[in-house]
């Protein structure tokens, strides 16, 4: 079986603060995926990620970057954490053409 | 923008009775994928159906595509208290076909 692997379930951070978010899949899976999902909004991609070292930006990039340096493993970076980052983070891989599988998520809490 | 939309939002039944889900969506797709999410968890996938098919089969589950109208039902027969979760379904488009689109989700109670 495909597994996704968050590094946290959940944490809290402070405003302003540098927050790394690290996801881990053990299937050589060439696409991966950070999205949030919010009450009401459901699941939005932030971006995405088809190869090592390559990016693209979803719907809702601002704010967040993101790292690819091997291909198992797929970063999320809030650069200065503010609290409408408060959220579920998920993320998610693929084969190509593949379903995704994701990740039990990680709930941060910025204070 | 939003690609899929379910409906309804939420749906309560007892434990043995079928619950149909709906989603619909704008633009034209490769295909569509059912995803389930139990509370607090990540979301898995339950079945993909390409948009040259019309209904796919898995084990209780029954889903439909109408590519005419842009819409997607999924059916749980005979549903159990375990089949409580929210479900979602996720479109892609016919470019950039790794990149899904998810509704809000269908928030699924059964009732023992």
């Known amino acids: 079986d495909v597994k996704v692997t968050q590094s946290s379930r959940y944490l809290v951070k402070r405003t302003g603060e540098k927050v790394f978010l690290e996801c881990v899949q053990d299937?050589?899976?060439?696409?991966m995926f950070w999205y949030r999902q919010d009450p009401g909004l459901g699941l939005r991609l932030i971006y995405f990620s088809y190869d090592v070292k390559m990016k693209e930006k979803g719907d809702i990039p601002e704010g967040y970057s993101v790292s690819r340096e091997k291909k198992e493993r797929f970063s999320l970076i809030l650069e200065s954490a503010s609290t409408n980052q408060t959220s579920m983070y998920l993320c998610?891989?693929?084969?190509?053409?593949?379903?995704?599988?994701f990740g039990d998520g990680t709930r941060l809490s910025i204070l | 923008s939003q690609q899929g939309e379910e409906d309804p939002q939420a749906l309560s039944i007892q434990e043995g009775e079928n619950a149909t889900m709906n989603c619909s969506y704008k633009?034209?797709?490769?295909?569509l994928q059912w995803y389930r999410q139990n509370s607090g968890r990540g979301l898995v996938h339950l079945i993909l159906i390409r948009s040259n098919e019309r209904e796919k089969h898995s084990g209780r589950l029954r889903v439909t595509l109408d590519t005419s109208k842009k819409s997607s039902s999924l059916l749980i027969t005979a549903s159990r208290a375990a089949d409580t979760a929210s479900y979602f379904c996720a479109t892609d488009g016919i470019q950039g076909a790794q990149k899904l689109v998810f509704g809000q989700g269908t928030r699924l109670t059964i009732n023992p």
């Open positions: 633009t034209s797709i490769n295909n």
């Open positions: 299937m050589d899976h060439e696409n």
């Open positions: 998610a891989s693929s084969s190509q053409g593949g379903s995704q599988h």
